[in-house]
Structures are given as C-alpha cells and as structure tokens.
C-alpha cells in the first residue's frame, strides 16, 4: 500500500519560514518524480514545485519562485518545501504528490499517489 506521509505546516508570521515534510513508504520513490500542490478554500488545487527523481531538475510556480526550495533524500523517500518569506497569500493545504512519468508536471491529473494535506496559514 502506498502512503505519503506528511508533516510540518502550522502557523507562521508573514516574512517567516516553514519546512514542510512528505515520507513516502510502499513505493519505488527514487522512480518517482515528487510535486507539491496547495489549494486555497473554494479553489482547485495548483501545482507549486516538482523536483524530478535523482533532483537534476525542478520547476517552480512563478508565484514561489525564489522564495520555495524543493529538496529530497532518496536514502530517506523523503521530500521537502522549504519555503521562506512566507505571505498571507501563501495560506492553503499543501499536498506532496507522486508520479513516474514525467510529462506535464503541472497537471494534477497526472500524479498517482498524493499526501493527506498540511495546513498553512500566514499571519499578516
């Protein structure tokens, strides 16, 4: 059975930092490109980063870029957003998501396995 685990999210002030977690267990993860997502209340859910499977290449969302880091530890199947300079903007669930192919990676019709959702909020 294949689970993604995540952790981290909370509260944070504007201008501050959050390191969001995902384990993932029942799966091949080094086969597997890694996303994240969020969704804002009402909305669907949009496509954040991807980090691909041996983490040579990433793709922002322009609205994170520079400000979110996407990482992974394929000793661990483990994949993180570190995110910094955090706006009210920002708040949402995020949700770690899992693919093997890689075609279009912003499509969240595209991924097999996701994670449970971490909530995000932002104070301003």
């Known amino acids: 059975q294949v689970q993604l685990v995540q952790s981290g999210g909370g509260l944070v002030q504007a201008g501050g930092s959050l390191r969001l977690s995902c384990t993932a267990s029942?799966?091949?993860?080094?086969?597997?490109?890694m996303a994240w997502f969020r969704q804002f209340p009402g909305k669907e859910r949009e496509f954040v980063g991807v980090i691909s499977r041996r983490a040579g290449y990433s793709q922002y969302a322009q609205s994170v870029k520079d400000r979110f880091t996407i990482s992974r530890d394929n000793t661990e199947n483990m994949v993180f957003l570190q995110m910094n300079s955090l706006n009210a903007e920002d708040t949402a669930v995020y949700y770690c998501?899992?693919?093997?192919?890689?075609?279009?990676?912003?499509?969240?019709?595209?991924?097999?396995?996701w994670g449970q959702g971490t909530q995000v909020t932002v104070s301003s």
């Open positions: 998501a899992a693919r093997v192919s890689f075609g279009d990676y912003r499509s969240v019709k595209e991924y097999d396995y």
């Open positions: 029942g799966l091949d993860f080094s086969r597997n490109h």
